[in-house]
Structures are given as C-alpha cells and as structure tokens.
C-alpha cells in the first residue's frame, strides 16, 4: 500500500489510478495540439477547434478528477450529489473553453499565460465543486495551506503549458508543455486531496457498493477516452492532409509541372550537392547539357498539345532510365540536363547511351510519329569547371558544338569552345564598333524579269568590312546582330539608306530589304516604315520587304496583321527563301504576297536533278495559279536561266545577272542615274522636320 499526498493507492485501486493517469496524460497531449491548431487558424476553423479543445480537455480533466475520487477510500460510504457532479463537469468544459479562446486571441503578449491562468483556475473550480458534490459519512475538514497551494500551482502551470506552446510550433514544444499540464492537473488534485481530510463516521451501512463505483469508473474513464480520442483523431486527419498539401505544393515547387522530372530550381540545388560531394571526396561529376532538336518545329507544325506530348513521352523516358547516382531535370522549354557521380567512362557512356535510347526513339501518335533527337554537351567538374556557374556553362558550350555538328549528337567540353566563345564575344564588339564607325555598306544586286531582260529592282544586301579580317559575309554577322540585339539597329539603318539612295534613282526602280525575325517581333515596324519612307521620300510602292517563313511562322497572328498595315502602306512584301522553310501553303493562302522568293538551292541542282525541276515547276505552277510573280534566286548559268524561262519563271537575281556591288560601282555601269538633288525626296511639310535624320540629309546630298 502506498500513500501519494494523501491518496491511498492499494492493489483494490492502483488500476483505476493508472488508468486516471492515462486519461490524464492523453487529454493533456489532446489539448496542446487541439489549441495550438485553434490558435494558428481563423474563423470558422477556429471555432472549430476551440470547441474540440474545450470537450477534450473538460471531459479529460473532469474524467481524471472524477475517476480519482472513485478510487479514492475515505474509510466510509460515499455518494455524489447529481447536481454538483454536472457543474463541474460543466465547469471544466466552459473554463477551459474560455482559456482557450482567450490564449488564442492575440489580445496581449500575455494572452496564452493568461488564457492558461484561466483554465488553471478552471481546473481548481472544477475539482473543488467536484469535491462539494462528494458526499461521505463523517466529518470534513480542510488544510487551506494545501488548498490555497493547489489552486496556485495548478493557475501557474496551466499557464506555463500554454506559454510555452504559443511560443514555438514543434513536436518538443508540445510534449512540454502538455507534460506541464499533465503536472498542473495532477498536482491540483494531489494536493487538494491532501487538503482534504475525512474523518469516518458509520451512520448506515450498504451506504456504497465499492464493485459498483469501479464499474463506474471505468465506464467514465471509456467515454473520456472516447472524447479525448474522437478530438485526437480530427487533429492526426487534418494533419495529414495538411501535410499532404504540404508535400503536395512541395513537389510543384521542386518540379515541372509537365514531366513530373526536377525543375531548374531543384536541378540547381542537387547539382550544388553533387558538387559539395565531389570536392569533399575527391570525385568527379558529370554534367549533360540536352537540347531537343527542331523542337520549335513541332510546335508549329502540329501545334501545341503535340509538343507537351513530346516533353511528356521524353519526360517519362528520362525519368525511368536513371540509376543510382544519377538524375535528369527539366531546365527550361527544351532543355534538360542529367547528372552523374562519375565512376569511370564506361559508366558514363552507359548513361549517355541509354539518354541518346530515350531520346531518339520515335514517337507515335495516332496519326504521326516523330523521331525526337538532341544535341548532348558534356562537361566535367572539378576538370572543366571549379563552380556550378561555369560547369553549366561549358556543357552548353559543348552542346552547341553538338548542335552544330550534324556527325555527332554527343559532344565533351574542350578549352577550344572557349576560344570561339571569346572569338564571337570580340566580334560582336568590333560590330558594335563598326555601326559607330561606318565600316557598313549596303551592296545592291540586280533583279531582272525574264520574259523581257529588263531590270525590275535591286536587293540591298548588308556588307561588313572588317579592318582586321576583312569582308565577314552576313551569315556570319547577322546572328550575331541577332543574338546580342544590334539588329534592330543594324536593320534599320539599312532600311534608311537604301530607301535614301533609292529615292534618287532615275529610273525609279524597286529597292528590296531584307527584314529579321527580331525587327519583325520587336521594333514597331509599321511606324518605323513609314517614317523613313516619309524621311527619304521613297514612294511606299517603291519599296520591297523581303521576309522567311520561319519569320512570320513565330507568331503567325502578330505578323499577318503587321503585314496587313505594312501592305495597307503600298510597301511590297516578298516571302524570302522559299521552299527551304514550311513552304506551307497555308501560309500563302493566309496573306496576298507581292512575290515569292524561290531559293538558289533549288536552282543550283535544277540542271542535274529531276527531283528539284519538278520542285521549281510546281512552285511555279503554285504562283501561277495564286496570282503572285515568282523570283528565281542564285542565276549563275545561261542553262539555268534558259530553263527558268521556258518553265514559265518571272524574275531572276543571280552572279549571272549581277553580282552584289556597292553603290557607287552600280552608278558606273550606267544601269542608273541620279536625279537630280532634293527632287526625290518630298520636302518636309512643318511638323514633320523631326522625322527627318541629320544623317540622312547629309547622305542625300552626297548622292546627289
Ligand atoms: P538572301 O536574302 O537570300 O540574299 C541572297 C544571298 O545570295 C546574298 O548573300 C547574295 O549575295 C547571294 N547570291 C546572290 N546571287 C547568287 C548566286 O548566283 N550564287 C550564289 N551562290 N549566291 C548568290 P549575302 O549577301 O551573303 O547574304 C546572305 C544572307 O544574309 C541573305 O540571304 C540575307 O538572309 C542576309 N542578309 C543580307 N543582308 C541583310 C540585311 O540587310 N538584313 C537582314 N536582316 N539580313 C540580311
Ligand atoms: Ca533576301
Ligand atoms: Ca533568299
């Protein structure tokens, strides 16, 4: 038998004392949660909460309380008055409520002491109603040191357990502070026990059944249980699906939404792990740059859906290839990178031929299939790179060489790519340099109609003379214009002088410019035409744009309604190149070109092979029957230019016919004359003075 501050535990109670002490014990974790969930929600949540909190923490006190003083042998008979018993279970459930609620409010800093310090009190109030409805034959008396003690501890530690849960958000928190409420309930009720003192008197006996009270008590302790648990279990439910959304918004942060496969961001932060690995060990890591090949093509061809499609298939493919030690991401439209602990290049051959497998197998839909293909870089940390930044670097690096080179897919980072980086970094400054310094010219090449060999008009074609290395050709240096946007520059400045020199051309033939794709998206073009036009005094009908198909193919919408206003101007538009781009017929349907540029590869091979006659003749046939003059591109033989007329071809531009030349060679030949100064340009009407460039008067009366 032992004796806990006045409480006798002996073998007829100790499991009913246990088993108060479980319930106890479990209320207290039930409630910290409970109310921590309480006071990080709103409205209609909270309330939610605050009323789960105060059920299961009134019934897991009340119940510890009431299953105790079952236990409890007072040497006498012992009843419960009914009325009391239902008060201070109340009392328990609306005082701990009010806590509650209170330590949630936010009202003070102090607001979870305080909200503690009520249910504290609740809990006193509670236990002693409960006390008063305790009815036993013999004499009661009270210890108000050990009654005034309980109702402090128990305020001071409920407060302390709510403190400590507001402060912070863990499991550790938790577990404190519900053992610090365990220990206020406890404490208040071995005290208080310990204040009270009975002193037995037989009146009757059969006063009370002690088989029946532990039946009693069990039947409490099952419903507290019960309740306890029932709030419990709302709290592991919403937990786990908080958790689930959690992880859930977890995996969106981490991955592309399309493939499932790791996005740019997580892609980084694993490669940084990889490479903190390498340098604490001593290894290496592998790091492929991947590039789908022509996948902007898919896209515009069969549309949208088909090409998340392709990222789909090739996604999954991806993502079920990688072995232990490697890993795939997707890095941006078309663009993936894997990873690899290096081991040894057979490994990692392994690894880049089941990437080149999963790539390259054909995809089939239900009416198509597409081969999809890429282009692979590899580079090698710590080898080619000492820091994430340059390690990516040098597998794009390597990647375009692959791209670049139709023998191969796979390229390995070498120090020359570099070099080439550094060449065309210089380049482009010399070209920077060379818009400033004048080193630009515009050469004019002759078209000329077939049917009557007589001259039509002059392409203008950029020329660039490098001080140091020369003529560079412009499939050199227009992308490079592209890539660091000095083409919108360059392109205006072309459009500027040939229609300035055009302008004073006797007889007025037509001048052609060639437009690129970027002037096209991003300049406003219509409003840039028709101010040189103004400024030079150029007729709009004098006037030729040429353009590609792969030009008005990247946002087909935009740029027929641009044409639309350009066309609405007078302005002539050529569609540039064709039959190597789409050559979709669509897109000649869609928009009334002025010509249609038959590209010189065609020609070229028009003599030997039948395959490009008939090509030539069905382009030709196309026009025919569309209305629109079609220009045979890169004459360079009589028989070529024979065969082009008996097919019926319109217009011929060639080396045969006349080379690019500059226009002061152009004045030689005596193909044109200049008119005379000023009478080609309109004199500008007030207002419109602003429009008109200095540099551009300068150049008309130097052509003059
Ligand atoms: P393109 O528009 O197809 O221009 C025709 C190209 O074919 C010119 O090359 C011309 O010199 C060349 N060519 C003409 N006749 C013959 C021939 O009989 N045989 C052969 N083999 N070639 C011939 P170029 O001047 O080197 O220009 C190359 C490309 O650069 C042009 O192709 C055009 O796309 C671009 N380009 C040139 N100037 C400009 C410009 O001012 N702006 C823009 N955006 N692009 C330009
Ligand atoms: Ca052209
Ligand atoms: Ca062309």
Known sequence: ?????????????????????????????????????????????RAGWHFLTAVAAGAGIWCTHFIAML????????TFDPVL??????????????????????????????????TGMAIAVMHYTGMMA???????????????????????????AFHLVMRKSSRGHR?????????????????GMTAFQVTPMLIDDGFSNPAAMQALALAVAIVALVIVGAGLASYLIDDSARSESLDRLRHMALNDTLTGLPNRASFADRLDHEIDLASETGGKVVLIGIDLNKFKDVNDLRGHGVGDMMLRVLGERLFGLTKEGEFVARTGG??????????????????????????????????????????????????????????????????????????????????????????????ANDLRAAIENNELDVYYQVQTSISTNQIRGFEALLR?????????????????????????????????????????WKPPYKVAVNLSPAQFVHADLTKLIIEVLMATGLPANRLELELTESTIFQDKERSFSVLRQIKALGVNIALDDFGTGYSSLEMLRSFPFDKIKLDRSFISEAEESLQAKSIIRAVLALGKSLDIPILAEGIETEG???????????????????????????????????????????????????LVADGDQDQTSRTA
């Open 175 to 191: 577990y404190m502070s519900a053992s610090v409420l365990l220990l206020a309930i406890v404490t208040l009720h071995f005290t």
């Open 334 to 427: 078309d663009e993936f990178a894997a990873v690899q602990r290096y081991v040894d290049q057979a490994t990692l051959e392994d690894f880049l031929d089941r990437l080149e497998e999963a790539l390259f197998a054909p995809i089939v839909g239900h009416d198509f299939e597409i081969i999809p293909g890429a282009s692979l870089g590899v580079a090698f940390y710590p080898d080619n790179a000492d820091s994430r930044e340059i390690l990516i670097n040098n597998a794009d690096l390597a990647m375009y060489r692959a791209k670049a080179n139709v023998a191969h897919n796979v390229c390995y980072y070498d120090q020359s790519m570099d070099d080439v980086v550094r060449a065309r970094r210089t380049l």
């Open 640 to 690: 070529q230019l024979s065969l082009l007329g008996d097919e019926g071809c319109d217009e011929a531009q060639g080396y045969l016919l006349g080379r690019p030349i500059p226009i002061e060679q152009l004045l030689e030949t005596g193909k044109i004359s200049l008119i005379e100064a000023g009478a080609g340009r309109q004199l500008p009407r007030p207002g419109q003075s602003a």
């Open 71 to 78: 236990a409890y042998e007072p040497g006498a008979p012992v």
């Open 464 to 504: 660039w003379k490098h001080p140091e290395h020369g003529f560079i050709p412009p499939s050199d240096f227009i992308p490079l214009a592209e890539e660091n946007g000095l083409i919108l520059q360059l392109g205006e400045w072309v459009l500027r002088e040939a229609c300035a020199r055009a302008a004073s």
């Open 134 to 160: 305790y009815r036993v034959q013999g004499t009661i008396g009270w210890d108000m040191g050990y009654l005034i003690a309980s109702i402090v501890l128990s305020v001071g530690l409920s407060a302390a």
């Open 1 to 45: 038998m032992i004796t806990v501050l006045g409480c006798v535990v002996n073998e007829h109670n100790i499991w009913l004392v246990l088993v108060a002490a479980m319930v106890c014990a479990f209320g207290s974790w039930a409630v910290i949660c409970l109310f921590e969930r309480a006071a990080r929600t709103k409205g209609m949540q």
């Open 85 to 118: 018993t239902i008060l201070s279970l109340l009392i328990a459930i609306v005082g701990t409520g009010a806590g509650s609620v209170f330590a949630a409010s936010g009202l003070t800093r102090f607001a979870p002491a305080l909200g503690g310090a009520i």
